[in-house]
């Protein structure tokens, strides 16, 4: 484990189960227990992001259901009366103690264009140095893929690298990450801490979720592998520990700590933004050399490297490095368009050029994942 005091800047990641009654109403009372342990963590003087499920379940009961809906336009329509509930008493508890609060609703496409991705960020850092509490959440109201793919885990772990937060917290209904499922088996061991999240680990997780909450531990999982690529630690454990914040920021909480490789230089944002939220848009099929240079950062990926190229992309968009076996190096923007990089085409007979700087791009090495 691991202490830090002059940690500064934390994102706080609660689920919908840690939020919400039995009744599926927002839980008063767990709400304030939130904001009274993030506003001592504001009184200490840290930076307190706060990403917060619990749109829909709080919301579906007010439509009349009985319980929590299944169809994509009742969980939209139900987010859009719980997210105007929960940020509510959200800025009611913090102006108590005399904090502001803000909403910040995102979509995938917020980070998946690199423009909107930088404004994310630029708005952020601007309410962070005024001293407000960002709470974020996706827009369920309007996303269509969302909902469905599962919860905030991810999206937490996305904004504690794009804002380059020190430590990123999921709180949720289990007090950590097991070697196998705690539900079914109760001799089940929590493991204290993990440096690497393997391939063990993953199948040992299981994808087991609550029933009000729409992610389960693989989710979470797959968010710690992006913010230890970031370089940033965490935390997992249960939400209704008493002080659970405080002590795992200073390492002395019972869950589950990721910590980060100290020996892998972290990705920045321009990086992650790449590996993680881009979305390729074509491929570039490279020679054996070329592939050996890029892999050792020893050289950018010219024109006379390339070996075929697919798919069709404009300069500036992310595209795929694959060798020539069509294994997959990493990813890179691009500084020509596909037709122009065609082998047939005029560029690559007259010129050698740069078609990816080594500074736009991320190669799987970088990563303890995939990449995107």
Known sequence: ?????????????????????????????????LVNQIVKLKDEGHEVILVSSGAVAAGYRKLGFIDRPKTLPE????????????MESYSTLFLSHGYIASQLLITRSDF????????????????????????INENDTVTINRLKFGDNDTLSAKVAGLIDADFLAILSDIDGLYEDNPHTNPNAKRILEVTEITEDIEAAAGDAGSSVGTGGMKSKLDAFKISMAAGINGFLGKADTPHILDKAINGTEDGTYFTADENLAP??????????????????????????LLMHREKSLDSDGIVDVKGSFKKGDVVRILDQDEREIGLGIVNYASDELALNGDLLQDEVVHVVDLEAFVCHLDLSIPVC
């Open 75 to 86: 969980k939209q329509a139900s987010a859009s009366i719980g997210q105007g509930l929960l």
């Open 1 to 33: 484990m691991y202490a830090d005091k002059e940690r500064k800047r934390i994102v706080v990641k609660i689920g919908s189960s840690s939020l919400t009654s039995f009744q599926g109403e927002i839980s008063l009372k767990k709400l304030e227990n």
């Open 267 to 292: 990705l920045n944002y321009k990086k992650q933004w790449i590996a993680f939220h881009s979305g390729p848009k074509g491929e570039i099929v490279v020679q054996e050399k070329t592939q050996e």
């Open 112 to 135: 998946s264009d690199e423009t909107r991705y930088q404004n994310v960020r630029n708005t952020m850092n601007v309410l962070l140095d005024r001293g407000i509490i960002p709470i």
